[in-house]
């Protein structure tokens, strides 16, 4: 069996831990002590044996003000039967299933001077997910969608302004990409954007643990899953982002709009009622002297129209009756929480990566998933290592966790928007996952990937499930 399949979790996470332990044990003892410098400031630290751009199948502008750039990512995903004496609405279903999810992007941009810029992108998602993305706080795929009542037609999943302020005379190279398509930026900046965007573009960036394209896949390794950060369905909300930038350091700001209701698709459009704020501060130094490495702590407050859990539980015990957290008149309540990311080279093929969140788990879940504290440790390898540059494989753990409100809630049968098994019997949700990402040819890479799930849906009573993974990934 896979990491003690049907042991305890006390004897299955001590399996996760040696697994990783000897991971970079084995990795340690192999690699090139020599390390990199830094990447430039307001940027993660990468290895420079990792690939400079990722290749694609078609060569992109260069020393021109224009952007055009896509990619394409499909991962089939399935599950065996699993043990579940019983399964409510919102549960992982206990059979055989497999699903395939698609996300198609354009990304174009206009560099219009060398201080301002707009960018466009537009989005196809679809396919399906595992028992249509019920049941996990820590889901298997941050590709899919949430809601498979949404349109399938293409959509504006990014539309931003970028207004670069020099504060120093000194330039830095900076690397042309999607989201910034300036050939150098001046040392100390101030950068403001507004439009439309995802958070984790500016916030919680992990060089090893933050892209579903090349990386792992499940949502509380790719982000914090206890930052409930402002989004609509499809993971895009409408804002503006001041991000400061020093040599070593930075310090970004964001004020965005939040759904109606919880993984909603229409945004409220009253920011002095339904608003979200979040702050994060960068340290490009890391934990290991003399190793490049970031240090980022996150804070986020958000108001919105949430329904609280402790009140729901007292009024359906009241009344005899299933609690449901959006029953409740409108009021605005208030969620906040805390965050920290942190990633160091290792060696000169291996970075670790590290994130801790916490939020006061009192309002309802509502914009991201059901995590109220979480942490995850992993490491990223770079193909370097073996000789095929643009390769990099991965492992992560991660142990998710609700506050003791939200458990009674989810006992007494009630629902979240991700999670309800119609009743609880508690334990951390824990999650191993593993991948190796290979390039075939021009921009086409091809990544099998393993997850295995300890009480799913914070759940002793059902799992544990493996997912294995297959992941067709395209560069254009």
């Not at 020093?246 to 964001?254: C, Q, V």
């Not at 007292?314 to 208030?334: G, K, V």
Request: include cysteine.
């Amino acid at each position: 069996m896979f990491f003690g399949l049907h042991l305890g979790w006390y004897r299955t996470r001590n399996a996760y831990r040696l697994a990783a332990c000897a991971f970079l044990l084995a990795a340690a003892t192999q690699v090139s002590a020599q390390d990199p410098p830094v990447s430039s400031p307001g940027s993660v630290a990468i290895t420079t044996d990792s690939p400079d751009a990722n290749e694609s199948m078609f060569p992109h502008f260069k020393d021109t003000r224009f952007w055009l750039s896509g990619q394409a990512n499909f991962i089939l995903q399935a599950h065996p039967d699993f043990h579940a004496p019983y399964s409510g609405l919102h549960s992982l279903s206990p059979y055989y299933e497999k699903g395939t999810s698609r996300l198609m992007t354009l990304y174009t941009g206009l560099r219009v001077n060398n201080s301002i810029e707009f960018l466009v992108d537009l989005e196809e998602a679809g396919g399906t997910a595992l028992t249509a993305g019920f049941g996990l706080a820590g889901n298997t795929n941050l590709d899919i969608v949430r809601n498979p009542s949404l349109s399938k037609a293409p959509y504006i999943g990014r539309a931003m302004f970028h207004k670069v302020f020099a504060l120093s005379d000194d330039k830095i190279e900076n690397q042309r990409n999607p989201l910034s398509l300036f050939e150098d930026l001046p040392r100390r900046r101030l950068e403001f954007r507004i439009g439309k965007f995802s958070m984790p573009d500016f916030f919680d960036i992990n060089s090893v643990g933050s892209d579903t394209h090349f990386q792992f896949t499940n949502w509380t390794t790719d982000n914090n899953g206890a930052w409930d950060y402002a989004a609509d369905t499809r993971g895009y909300t409408v804002g503006a982002v001041l991000d400061f930038e020093d040599r070593n350091w930075g310090l970004r700001f964001a004020e965005a709009l939040l759904p109606k209701v919880a993984n909603g698709i229409d945004l409220v459009w009253k920011p002095w009622q339904v608003h979200a704020e979040n702050f994060e501060f960068e340290l490009r130094r890391g934990p290991i002297p003399q190793r490049p490495g970031v240090i980022r702590l996150l804070a986020f407050t958000n108001s919105a129209n949430m329904g609280d859990y402790r009140i729901q539980v007292i009024d359906a015990a009241e009344s005899n009756t299933t609690p449901d957290i959006t029953d409740h008149l409108w009021q605005i309540r208030r969620k906040y929480g805390f965050g920290i990311n942190v990633q160091q080279n290792v060696s000169r093929y291996l970075t670790a990566f590290a994130r801790f969140g916490w939020n006061d788990g009192r309002t309802e879940s509502f914009a991201y998933t059901e995590v109220e504290q979480t942490f995850a440790e992993g490491l990223g390898a770079s193909g370097a290592w073996w000789h095929r540059r643009q390769d990099r494989a991965g492992i992560a753990f991660v142990s998710n966790a609700i506050k003791k409100d939200h458990q009674n809630y989810l006992a007494a049968g009630g629902l979240g928007f991700l999670l309800g098994d119609g009743r609880l019997n508690y334990g951390r949700e824990n999650i191993l996952e593993t991948y190796y990402t290979a390039h075939v040819w021009r921009g086409i890479y091809v990544a099998p990937g393993l997850q295995h799930i300890n009480d799913p849906g914070y759940n002793r009573d059902r799992g544990p499930v493996i997912v294995p993974s297959f992941r067709l990934h395209v560069e254009f």
